[in-house]
Nanobody, 121 residues
Framework: VQLQASGGGLVQVGDSLRLSCAASGRTLSTMAWFRQALGKEREFVAAINLSGVRKEYADSVQGRFIISRTNAKNTVWLQMNGLKPEDTAVYYC?????????????????WGQGTQVTVSS
């Protein structure tokens, strides 16, 4: 399984950005986004189940970020609105072949290479 993330960049405070992650190799039940700021541990951002009905968000992004997916293309997106400087990080997509949303990075089997998001004030 390979995950290819893209869409990062340099934006201003309040701007929006959309990340995408394409998975190849097999259908993945749960897909998620994590992020890692410089000098900090990787943290959970959002997760979505296979049907796209169940979603979970970190408190810090609830109401600003939206996770979605299309199973036809095995792709997950992260729409990020109202970006803040504290959203600056490398964003990683992650996936696992079993059902059940989880915020723990240890439960995700597959990881993408990461895409940098920088929010400038």
């Amino acid at each position: 399984v390979q995950l290819q993330a893209s869409g990062g960049g340099l934006v201003q405070v309040g701007d929006s950005l959309r990340l995408s992650c394409a998975a190849s190799g097999r259908t993945l039940s749960t897909m998620a986004w994590f992020r890692q700021a410089l000098g900090k541990e990787r943290e959970f951002v959002a997760a979505i189940n296979l049907s796209g009905v169940r979603k979970e968000y970190a408190d810090s992004v609830q109401g600003r970020f939206i996770i979605s997916r299309t199973n036809a293309k095995n792709t997950v997106w992260l729409q990020m609105n109202g970006l803040k400087p504290e959203d600056t990080a490398v964003y990683y997509c992650a996936a696992r072949p079993v059902a059940g949303l989880t915020t723990s990075r240890a439960n995700y089997y597959y990881w993408g290479q990461g895409t940098q998001v920088t929010v400038s004030s």
